[in-house]
């Protein structure tokens, strides 16, 4: 089963508008890392936030992290539609290198 | 610097062919992941190669599933026979010595008729 769960599912908004999605997990991690792909490409690596860490930003990206509940937010800030795309959360966890893939969130942002 | 490259983009097969995907890694990395993904399950995990060497292929679905990486910069997943539950995404991605961030691949979209 995964890890990782985004939600929701399905997130449909307006260019210039904010778009936040969530990531819950099960386990104790070592980091929390956000990709991003577009419809018919492979992921993309968007930003990385250690157990250790709480928040992170890079560009319009902001990333939480909340251990004790187990989740984390990936907040996009003045949304363009170059980023309708399908996010994903992974998790690495104890000594395992190999992440953990939630679902997904489909982003559409409408021009 | 080139991404992570695989071939084919596209493969459609008849039931029973054999079909191999190709995948070569970012020059440096020393970890090679196969994924598979479909709208029913997702992303999931096929094999891991770490320095060139299977680590886990649990995800392996069957005996039908065989990846090998003869060296550093070359990878292939193979599927003997094919079926048409097989039909979906490849990728391939590789990391660095750090093991954390994944560089995917474009991905080969397998489709068994």
């Known amino acids: 089963s995964q890890q990782g769960e985004e939600d929701p599912q399905a997130l449909s908004i307006q260019e210039g508008e904010n778009a936040t999605m969530n990531c819950s997990y099960k386990?104790?991690?070592?980091?929390l890392q956000w990709y991003r792909q577009n419809s018919g490409r492979g992921l993309v690596h968007l930003i990385l936030?250690?157990?250790?860490?709480r928040e992170k930003h890079s560009g319009r990206l902001r990333v939480t992290l909340d251990t004790s509940k187990k989740s984390s937010s990936l907040l996009i800030t003045a949304s363009r539609a170059a980023d309708t795309a399908s996010y994903f959360c992974a998790t690495q966890s104890g000594g395992s290198y190999i992440p953990t893939f939630g679902r997904g969130t489909s982003l559409i942002v409408h021009p | 610097d080139a991404g992570v490259i695989q071939s084919p983009r596209h493969e459609v097969t008849e039931m029973g062919q054999e079909v191999t995907l190709r995948c070569k890694p970012i020059s440096g990395h020393n970890s090679l992941f196969w994924y598979r993904q479909t709208m029913m399950r997702g992303l999931e995990l096929l094999i891991y190669f770490n320095n060139n060497v299977p680590i886990d292929d649990s995800g392996m679905p069957e005996d039908r599933f065989s990846a090998k990486m003869p060296n550093a910069s070359f990878s292939t997943l193979k599927i003997q026979p094919s079926e048409p539950r097989d039909s979906a995404v490849y990728f391939c991605?590789?990391?660095?010595?750090?093991?954390?961030?994944?560089?995917f691949g474009p991905g080969t979209r397998l489709l068994v008729l």
């Open positions: 991605a590789s990391s660095s010595r750090d093991r954390e961030t994944q560089y």
């Open positions: 936030i250690r157990s250790n860490e």
């Open positions: 386990t104790s991690i070592n980091n």
